[in-house]
């Protein structure tokens, strides 16, 4: 009996369930959060090569511990420290934005989408994605280019202060008169918050994905830009043929139709937040009158 305890206290006591307590709980919701945010930045970015680099490292290293080449090890733990400062300041510019998007996101209404959230996505209306769908199609008709970004969780109020405040409620009458030729607003890109055009004549930041069409100008990297620092939706008119396009997380989706744009945006607002596995489905109805 005394040799089964012994070998029950010896061996197998690791075997039984820790103590856990609420506090660890919460700290491994807190840390799978952040794991969660820190692989989504990675793969988004251009730190995911690094990760694949770092992993080829450390296979190479296990290799050579395995097979005692003490002096490829010596110089593993010698460069470490300096490979670490050199990794910072290669990734400085996306540890910046990763940074920014943190200061910019609110992550309390992240995890619980509050009615205000709700609220916003309801406004985006049917009626409101018509407008926008007809005005997109009419300015391509004339061949008038244009740059319409939609927001939605992250705040662009950054980019709208670069432009001129509008804050009208969103026609597509008015998003044509917008990008009218030889107009003061027709310059750079308008910026829409739910049932609204914020501004006009916005600024955007540049892509500079080496891998884009390099028949792509300006106009095409701005709305491609502002798609990988935040979470909008770009649409985009081009000026030289008239046809289409939209951006999303960076991706451009060239030459689409109008069916295309309509169902895009409205799965951009029937799109659900899927929080600690429970989906949270965005508002369905446009509630206009209530918006004005
Ligand atoms: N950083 C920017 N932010 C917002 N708008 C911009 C930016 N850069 C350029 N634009 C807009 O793009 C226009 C220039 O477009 P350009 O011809 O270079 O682009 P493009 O992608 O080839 O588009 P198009 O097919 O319409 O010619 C500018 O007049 C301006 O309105």
Known sequence: ??????????????????????????????????????????????????????IVLLIFSLIASILHLNVILWIFKNTISVSIVAVVIVFQPELRKALEQLGRKNLVSSI????????????????????????????????????????RNIILSEYERTGIQIDSIISSQLLINIFEHNTPLHDGAVILRENRIAAATCYLPLSDNMQL???????????????????????????ETGKVSVAESGRLIRNIDGDYLKTKLQDMKKKTTEVKGIKLWKGRRGNEKKAD
């Open 213 to 239: 069409s390099k028949d792509l100008g300006t106009r095409h990297r701005a709305g491609i830009g502002i798609s990988e620092e935040t979470d909008a939706v770009t649409i985009i008119v081009s000026e």
């Open 1 to 54: 009996m005394d040799a089964i305890k012994n070998f029950i206290d010896n061996y197998l006591i690791w075997m039984s369930l820790p103590q856990f307590t609420k506090t660890d709980i919460f700290e491994i919701l807190i840390i799978a959060f952040a794991l969660y945010h820190i692989i989504l930045w990675v793969k988004n970015t251009k730190a995911w090569v690094i990760v694949k680099g770092i």
């Open 112 to 151: 619980i989408q509050f009615e205000d959230s709700k609220d916003k996505n309801e406004k985006f209306s049917d009626k409101i994605i018509s407008e926008i769908v007809r005005a997109t199609f009419e300015l391509a008709k004339t061949k008038t280019g244009a740059l319409i970004v939609i927001e």
